[in-house]
């Protein structure tokens, strides 16, 4: 594998559909008041990290919820929303027809689609979708863009997150489809290793959060 640098990957907080149950993919709803709060629990949790690099390069997808969870993170950090630079190649994965609809209902309307995911969910590609093949294809064409001695902060989607974590530890198609992480964990990927960064249950009380967040799961 070539060099990759090194990054800090944020997840956009908690939004009416992650609540719901839905999923977004390249829809969009806001982040919840909860949402809100877990982004600032994520920027004071990650600050003095930020503050203790050089030269940082800014990423978010240019999605609208990443973007608000970049904004508020910009605000923590006193770090000008326009160093964010807003890549396409960031956005969720899409999930086509599927998008708005929760598992139970893609299970009990579309079922033939739903089984084929359940056989190939590494190949399979929704109408007017996108494998999980694919993004990890789409997130290694934008890692080859990247300066390799400079550190990116990022702020995504977890679909993309977990692209990421399995192209730095090489992991296994049958790994990243286990992947579960809180949807305030971020994580440090370098040199081949992930660290994920969790906020201490303290930081989490001070913001108002209510726990650690979920995740929307196929």
């Avoid at 609540?19 to 990650?46: F, H, I, S």
């Avoid at 089984?115 to 993004?135: H, V």
Wanted: hydrophobic share 35%; net charge neutral.
């Amino acid at each position: 594998m070539q060099e990759l640098p090194d990054l800090i990957v944020i997840r956009h907080g908690e939004t009416q559909w992650n609540v719901a149950g839905r999923l977004q993919g390249r829809k969009d709803t806001p982040l919840t008041n909860n949402g809100v709060r877990q982004a600032k629990a994520v920027g004071v949790r990650l600050a003095d990290t930020i503050a203790s690099h050089q030269g940082l390069k800014f990423w978010s997808s240019p999605l609208p919820r990443a973007l608000q969870t970049a904004s508020i993170l910009a605000g923590i950090w006193t770090v000008p929303f326009e160093k964010f630079t807003q890549a396409p190649l960031l956005m969720e994965r899409s999930f086509g027809v599927w998008e708005g609809q929760t598992s139970d209902e893609i299970k009990r309307d579309l079922s033939d689609q739903y089984r084929a995911q359940q056989t190939d969910p590494w190949n399979y590609t929704m109408p007017e979708g996108e494998s999980r093949n694919d993004l990890k294809q789409r997130i290694q064409t934008w890692l080859a863009t990247l300066e390799k001695q400079t550190t990116h902060v990022v702020v995504t989607h977890s679909g993309c997150l977990r692209a990421l974590r399995g192209i730095y530890t090489k992991a296994s198609s049958e790994v990243m489809l286990a992947y579960s992480e809180p949807q305030t964990a971020s994580f440090l990927l370098s040199s081949g290793r992930e660290t994920m960064l969790e906020i201490p249950a303290g930081i989490l009380r001070a913001m108002g959060c209510e726990g650690a967040g979920t995740t929307v799961r196929l």
